[in-house]
């Protein structure tokens, strides 16, 4: 028995040491190999993470940090959402019937609006004939579509909601609690009766160990106020008339505007058709989470899969770029990182970064 448990312990502090060297090995080489641009890529993604921003911090000096994250930035756009762009066409009881305009019905006479890229075929989906052709479709159901996005360093699952009228933000029970803890995807999922859920504003999460009770800014759940901690924060959300509102607002202009579910995050990705401009691409590679709109008022929801072997993450100009492949008249980019996370029918479609457990959320996306 002795030494069975000698070799035991032996094959586990070895497997450890391998482990351990190779972690420092790919450190190394990510920072001081041949690739500035790996490395500059590595130091971008550990940035706009809670618990690995001192990682880069450490592995490069003060100045190049400055450098390089001027290298990769996004610029904030100033507009806010032009209602009277988006044409509901599913009847919800708030907005016009009236059909979609008849180039809706040939993607290829649209361009890029009209197609999705490295995603399109000719022919519709079956169940969901919105005009546009789906490739990797994983679930065509209830007016909901799942299909696969890809690109050259990232896996993920773009969920299309026809009706934007079922689409709404759940909070926890502890809302701004600082003494609280936020709720699981899953367990916001079932409280609330959704058939699907993503991820969905910041929160309060000093060296990734946030309770993840308190949102960053504001939390709107059907049509209610639930929390805001400043004057004037970016807002992600729908009004009445489920139509996306993308822009800086205070609490006074969001409920003017009759907005019933919304959260903060950022940046804006679109808005009004118009891509934010950025250098570089805009930022590092890491799990991502994003919401956008059609023009026919079709719900996007995109979760990008991240530190991984197959999916090492996107950047926001691969969010932008998924987003006009996709016919996105406003879009925006909600919490990633290890809180990225899809649910459909109690089922986890994304590959979550956390091998450990899912993050504890103070609000999410969901869907009637």
Do not use: W
Request: overall charge negative; charged content about 20%.
């Amino acid at each position: 028995m002795k030494k069975i448990l000698k070799r035991a312990a032996l094959v586990l502090s070895s497997t450890l040491a391998v482990l351990v060297l190779f972690a420092v090995s790919v450190l190394i080489i990510l920072n001081f190999g041949p690739s500035p641009t790996a490395h500059k890529v590595f130091i971008k993604s550990c940035m706009e993470t809670s618990a690995m921003g001192p990682l880069a911090r450490l592995l490069t000096t003060d100045e190049e940090l400055e450098k390089i994250l001027k290298e990769n930035t996004i610029e904030e756009i100033d507009d806010t959402t032009d209602t009277n762009l988006i044409h509901i066409t599913v009847d919800n009881g708030n907005k016009d019937e009236s059909p979609a305009e008849d180039t809706n019905k040939n993607p290829s006479s649209q361009g890029s609006a009209g197609t999705v890229k490295d995603e399109v075929e000719e022919g519709y989906v079956a169940g969901f004939d919105d005009g546009y052709s789906y490739k990797k479709v994983i679930s065509n159901e209830d007016g909901i579509l799942i299909c696969e996005v890809s690109g050259a360093t990232y896996r993920g699952h773009m969920m299309i909601v026809r009706d934007p009228s079922r689409v709404f933000v759940g909070c926890c029970n502890n809302i701004g609690n600082k003494n609280g803890q936020g709720e699981k995807l899953q367990t916001m999922i079932t409280k609330y009766g959704a058939a699907a859920g993503i991820n969905a504003g910041g929160f309060a999460d000093e060296g990734g160990h946030g309770s993840g009770s308190v949102p960053l800014g504001f939390v709107f759940s059907q049509g209610e106020l639930k929390y805001h901690d400043s004057a004037s924060s970016l807002l992600i959300g729908f009004d009445n008339n489920n139509i996306l509102h993308v822009g800086n607002m205070t609490d006074k202009t969001a409920t003017d505007k009759n907005i019933r579910d919304a959260v903060t995050f950022g940046p804006a990705l679109i808005v009004n058709g118009k891509a934010a401009a950025m250098s570089g691409s805009g930022s590092g590679l890491n799990p991502r989470t994003a919401i956008g709109q059609r023009k026919d008022g079709a719900v996007l929801l995109l979760v990008i899969d991240g530190r991984q072997a197959n999916s090492l993450g996107a950047s926001f100009k691969d969010l932008i770029d998924i987003f006009v492949s996709f016919g996105a008249v406003n879009a925006a980019n909600l919490d990633g990182g290890s809180s990225s996370l899809m649910i459909y029918k109690d089922k986890e479609i994304s590959e979550r970064a956390n091998l450990i457990n899912n993050r504890y959320l103070p609000t999410c996306i969901l869907v009637k």
